[in-house]
Each structure stands twice: as C-alpha cells, then as structure tokens.
DNA sequence: TTCCGCACCTGCCGGC
DNA sequence: TGCCGGCAGGTGCGGA
C-alpha cells in the first residue's frame, strides 16, 4: 500500500530512469485508470504524445512529472504535468530495452512510450491491481506560498488536483506550527485528523499507527483536547518512522508495493504494531490489538496506547 | 463550514 | 469444487 516512503521511492526512481525522455506513444488499456482526466483516452494521448518528461515531483502521496508540451523545446518552462495517484496498489514500472518487447502483466493499464530516456529505457507501465490509483495530464499554477511545489523540483507549480493538498512531513516548507494549530482546531478524533490530506499529506494508515504507538497516544484521542507538545510529538513520530522506512525503500507486505524497478522494500520488518495483532508489543509486550476504525484497522497497544474515556473517531 | 459515512475496485481467503 | 461474503484501504463526494 503505497505511502510517501514508498511513493518517495518510485519518484527517485523516475528521477533516475526516466526524466528527459520524450513520450513517443501511449496505449490506454483501462480507460478507468485515467478517469480523473477531462477529455478521455484520446485527448490523455494526445497531450503527452511527444512532450518532454522535465522533473519528478512528489506532495505527499501525490506525483507529477512535469511536461513541456509536444513540440515545444525541451527548455521550456512547464505548463502541464503527468499526474499520477498510486492509489493502494498502483506501481509505476521502468522497463528497459532488453525486457521491453513482449513483457506484459494482467493488471497493465497504461503503457507510455519513451524515446531518449537516460536509463535506455522504453516503456513507462502504470501497472494497477485494485484500479485505486490513476493518471491524468493536467494544467500547473503556482503555489500560493512561492515555494516548490513539491519535492523534486524548484518550480513553484502544482497540478489542479494537488493544490488542496497539505505539504508533507518531510517537505522543507512544512509548517509544522501551523498544522499543530489546524489539528488542535478539529473536533475529531487524532487518527482522523492525520489521515486528512488536507492537513498533513503523506500519512496513511500504516504510518499513521505507526506514529500514534511511538507517541504514545491513542487513534481516538479528540483532537481539541490535545496539548501542543502532544501534538508535535505525533508529528514528529510520524516524520521519523516514515524516514525510517525510506532509507529501507518503504513498506512491503506483498507484490502490490515495488518500486521502479519491481522491487520490494523491507521497511515491514521494522513495524511495531500495524499487522501484528495478538502479538507482544515491542515496549511492553502486551498483545497489540485491532480495531475496526473507519471501514478499516487501527493497530494499538493497550498498555502505552489507553483509550481515552472521551474517545471521538 | 466541518465532519462523517460510503462508494469505488479487484483479488485473495475462509466458510459453507 | 464452486459460490459467496468479508477484507484490504486512499480519495472524493454527498449528506447531516
């Protein structure tokens, strides 16, 4: 399930592969997968059949490859970018010309085609299982703030469907005051809070149990009630373990995480409690334990993590 | 305006 | 063996 870690991952790896290649074709073979993009199938073709691939550039979960428009010279300042969601088990594939010709997966939903790649590669495969994720090409503005948009470039631009969402923990223009003083104003529960793109990108529910276990709070703590240094302590958690987990190449459970090149991270050996319920608990060894939370699982640990009597979710 | 619940989607797994 | 329901979960939308 990419997070930033993993969504961290793949854009370095696009970085590395694939930026200053030109789009030489692209083949949509799951019109859902492009959904998000106004126009369908045949105009997404058109607008990135011959543009240049500039930069990879990441907000949170959120990549975009910025792209100097078919014909226009490579120097040119972007308008548009490639945005891409990985949703819960999108990867993005650089294929080099060796494997390029006949490789196929059942779960191929669109296939750019590349011409001077730095890497030698051909194709770019957005590879999706549960069609979560999708691609769309869409217009730059600038950031109200004048800082780069995200992580990977120094143009002070994001796609449409970027600008809403909050910078993440490891951008350098996070304001970590300012999103403190945003979660104490909700009246929610913490978890809830730190699954909102909106105030904090990046942070899914891996990272965000993660956290909530190193900072010793628990998921359903009202936010209202929570003091400053609290706060800042979860964010902070939530920072450490998900640098933690990008130095290991992110969280792997399954083949539905891999990165550029189709590998898996390790970062799922290092998780303290998401997925470990009924197992001791790393500090005190209390059996972890699993909530329904959200149509999903919340993973605590009793003892460090007590409920608390005014638990709001 | 803010918060919450649900739909979207596919493959795997367990139960019957 | 085959069918069915539950589960995994990030995001956006509609309703309260």
């Known amino acids: 399930m990419p997070e930033l870690p993993e969504v961290e991952t793949v854009r370095d790896g696009l970085d590395r592969l694939v930026v200053d290649a030109r789009v ?3 083949e ?3 019109e859902y997968s492009i959904r998000r993009h106004a126009g369908g199938p045949a105009l ?5 059949d011959g543009a240049v691939l500039t930069a990879a550039v990441r907000r949170g979960k959120f990549l975009w490859l910025p792209i100097v428009a078919p014909g226009g010279p490579a ?6 970018a490639l945005v891409a969601h990985l949703g819960m088990s999108g990867q993005l594939l650089v294929r080099d010309p060796g494997e390029a010709g006949d490789w196929t997966h059942p ?6 085609h590349l011409d001077g790649a730095p890497s ?6 957005f590879v999706d299982q549960r069609t979560f994720g999708h691609l769309a090409v869409e217009s730059l503005g600038p950031t109200p703030d004048g800082a780069p948009g995200g ?8 796609p449409a469907s970027v600008a809403h969402i909050g910078r993440d923990l490891l951008d350098p223009a996070f304001d970590a005051d300012a999103v403190v003083a945003a979660i104490r104003r909700r009246r929610t529960g913490l978890k809830r809070a730190l699954l909102d793109q909106t105030v904090v990108s990046g942070v899914g529910n891996i990272y965000a149990d993660e956290a909530l276990w190193r ?3 628990h998921y359903a703590r009202p936010t209202d009630t929570l003091r400053r240094a609290e706060a800042l302590r979860v964010l902070d958690a939530a920072a450490d373990v998900m640098r933690e987990a990008l130095v290991q190449g992110g969280t792997s459970f399954d083949s539905l995480y891999v990165n550029v090149n189709g590998e898996s991270g390790y970062f799922s050996r290092g998780l303290a409690v998401y997925g470990r319920e009924g197992q001791p608990c790393p500090r005190c060894e209390t059996p972890v334990r699993r909530d329904a939370f959200m149509n999903r699982s919340s993973y605590t640990c009793p003892r460090c993590q007590p409920r608390p009597r005014n638990a709001r979710w």
Do not use: C, M, N
């Not at 120097?75 to 548009?80: A, I, K």
């Not at 779960?107 to 750019?112: A, D, E, G, P, S």
């Open 75 to 80: 120097s040119l300042t972007p308008s548009h």
């Open 120 to 125: 030698g590669a051909r194709h770019l495969d």
């Open 215 to 217: 900072a010793r709070l």
């Open 44 to 48: 997404f073709a058109e607008q990135l």
């Open 28 to 30: 949509v073979f799951r």
């Open 24 to 26: 030489s074709g692209v």
């Open 107 to 112: 779960h191929l939903r669109v296939r750019l």
């Open 151 to 158: 992580h990977g470039s120094d143009l002070a631009a994001v």
